[in-house]
């Protein structure tokens, strides 16, 4: 039985002084009405219906769908549609209450937004628009989100991440680590900036990527921007290890140049290769037993070629000489007894200096000074020979 929120008892006497008692009327058969029905304790006699064919009234509304099935095969649960809670300070709100199980599934407050949930004839949801143009379109003036929020109901650590996007981004937030932002997307970026291809390959600016992680570059670009890796670290000076390619054998990598075709592109692949403890660099079709360059362990280092440097020799001075020993205007020979000097002072060579171990060697400069003390010594030479003429003049002379 239903009770009204007002005095009952004061209600039911002046009801029973002014009219006789009435039972409940039972109809069995089919009711039809005419015009327009009111039920509810607040009903008038007449109730000026406007364009509202059924219409409840009272303090406590509510529409109850009592299933009275009793086969185990049937459905059976009750149901109800209410309107306000009935209790002093509770919501407005229209609700669809699963009473079998005592909870309100779908609630919708007073004060909600024009079109704060419309379902069109295609099946299409919008919330905050009339015209959702997708399955489930979401309208709002400043960062429409969704949120995903675990709430620990189920035994598990509380998580809450939004997905929401606006002018700036599109973004997922991790609201309960600080609401930081671990993934964003900019406005205009290109098609396939990202792509994961159904075997788990990584594309970037490519929907077809061919290895685990592939980069395509199609604009035109400058020949010293970096474009593929570019990896930045904090201003604190420390070592880092900053990249790391790892395999289980031997492991490699290939710079090519494919502006010819894959026939006659011998010299424009190089492969740089780990293999057994060897650092090796390689052309194609060349393998690791075909190498240009390699370089051991203990540091031994093999070329299969020439090495030539282009690298300077220092200034040219008696402190610092180059390669300049047979010009006065720049460089002064030194005589046979200064050097001589300087070379048992020092006990090396004075342009070469010392070597040893520990001692790291500028192979470019020490060939140039190596090339001076030769000049000098060739110099040396001519001087003794001219003096050895003279000497030999001047014994002719004597015994002449």
Not at 21 to 50: H, K, T
Not at 89 to 97: D, I
Not at 119 to 127: K, T
Not at 240 to 254: A, D, I, K, P, T
Request: net charge negative.
């Amino acid at each position: 039985m239903r009770h009204h929120k007002t005095t009952w008892l004061a209600l039911a006497t002046s009801t029973a002084l002014a009219l006789p008692a009435a039972a409940d009327q039972q109809i069995l058969d089919d009711l039809i009405v005419g015009g327009s029905a009111c039920v509810g304790l607040d009903c008038n006699n007449g109730e000026s219906f406007g364009f509202d064919t059924i219409r409840m009234k009272e303090n406590n509304l509510r529409l109850h769908f009592d299933d009275t099935s009793n086969s185990a095969s049937f459905p059976s649960n009750d149901w109800r549609i209410g309107a306000n809670d009935s209790t002093n300070g509770g919501a407005n709100k229209l609700f669809f209450e699963d009473s079998t199980a005592g909870r309100q599934v779908v609630i919708i407050e007073a004060g909600a937004p024009a079109n704060a949930m419309v379902l069109d004839n295609a099946g299409q949801l919008g919330m905050g628009t009339s015209n959702p143009v997708v399955e489930m379109h979401v309208v709002d003036g400043d960062s429409p989100t969704l949120r995903l929020e675990q709430d620990g109901s189920s035994g598990f650590t509380p998580q809450t991440f939004d997905i929401a996007a606006n002018e700036a981004n599109f973004f997922v937030r991790d609201v309960t680590n600080g609401s930081k932002l671990p993934f964003k997307i900019k406005p205009g970026a290109p098609t396939d900036a990202l792509f994961v291809a159904a075997n788990g390959n990584i594309g970037m600016n490519t929907d077809a990527p061919s290895a685990q992680m592939h980069l395509r570059e199609t604009a035109v670009v400058d020949a010293v921007t970096p474009h593929a890796l570019v990896q930045n670290t904090n201003s604190t000076v420390q070592q880092r290890h900053m990249l790391s390619l790892e395999n289980n054998g031997v492991s490699y990598m290939s710079l090519v140049d494919t502006s010819v075709a894959v026939g006659d592109n011998l010299g424009r692949q190089w492969n740089i290769f780990n293999d057994g403890g060897l650092f090796e660099i390689t052309s194609a079709p060349g393998g690791p037993n075909d190498n240009e360059f390699s370089l051991d362990n203990d540091g031994n280092l093999t070329l299969s070629g020439h090495l030539i440097t282009t690298g300077g020799g220092g200034a040219c001075t008696a402190a610092d000489p180059c390669d300049a020993v047979f010009d006065p205007d720049v460089y002064t020979v030194p005589s046979i007894e200064d050097h001589a000097a300087l070379m048992w002072e020092h006990k090396h060579l004075p342009a070469v200096g010392p070597t040893g171990p520990g001692i790291p060697v500028n192979m470019t400069e020490k060939m140039l000074r190596m090339l001076n003390e030769l000049e000098h010594a060739h110099i040396y030479i001519e001087q003794l020979h001219k003096r050895i003429e003279r000497l030999e003049e001047a014994a002719d002379s004597s015994k002449g």
